[in-house]
């Protein structure tokens, strides 16, 4: 982190986000992740509508219950397998699609 960031002292996270996505580089980063958080907010979403513990989600599913919550934690890369289960153990589909990116680069043509 440089000096200018911490010279800030941001007062809470939100903030901190902010700034941070004021660089570029950071932005880029961020957005290219946001479908993965989208999709894991939406199975955390629908787990805890049904009132299934991550415990009982893993045994529908036969495996454990750490492998859901890094699922879940987003520190894993789960394979599109795993998601498929964990969305069919939860009464969901996953639909994937293949699009352009919003930016493409220039003189690239799809």
């Known amino acids: 982190m440089s000096e200018d960031m911490l010279a800030k002292n941001p007062t809470d996270f939100e903030q901190f986000e902010a700034d941070l996505l004021q660089r570029p580089r950071i932005r880029?980063?961020?957005e290219a992740l946001q479908p993965k958080y989208d999709l894991i907010r939406a199975l955390i979403k629908r787990r805890?509508?049904?009132r299934i513990s991550q415990a009982q989600l893993a045994?529908?599913?036969g495996t454990q219950q750490?492998?859901?919550s890094?699922?879940?934690a987003g520190d894993y890369n789960a394979t599109l397998d795993?998601?498929?289960k964990v969305a069919d153990g939860?009464?969901?589909d996953v639909c994937l699609r293949a699009r352009r990116k919003k930016?493409?680069?220039e003189g690239v043509r799809s």
Do not use: D, N, Q, V
Request: net charge positive; no cysteine.
């Open 103 to 105: 930016e493409s680069r």
């Open 90 to 92: 939860l009464g969901l």
């Open 28 to 30: 880029k980063e961020y």
């Open 70 to 72: 890094r699922l879940e």
């Open 66 to 68: 750490p492998a859901i």
């Open 82 to 84: 795993t998601l498929f």
């Open 48 to 50: 805890k509508r049904l």
């Open 59 to 61: 045994r529908m599913i």
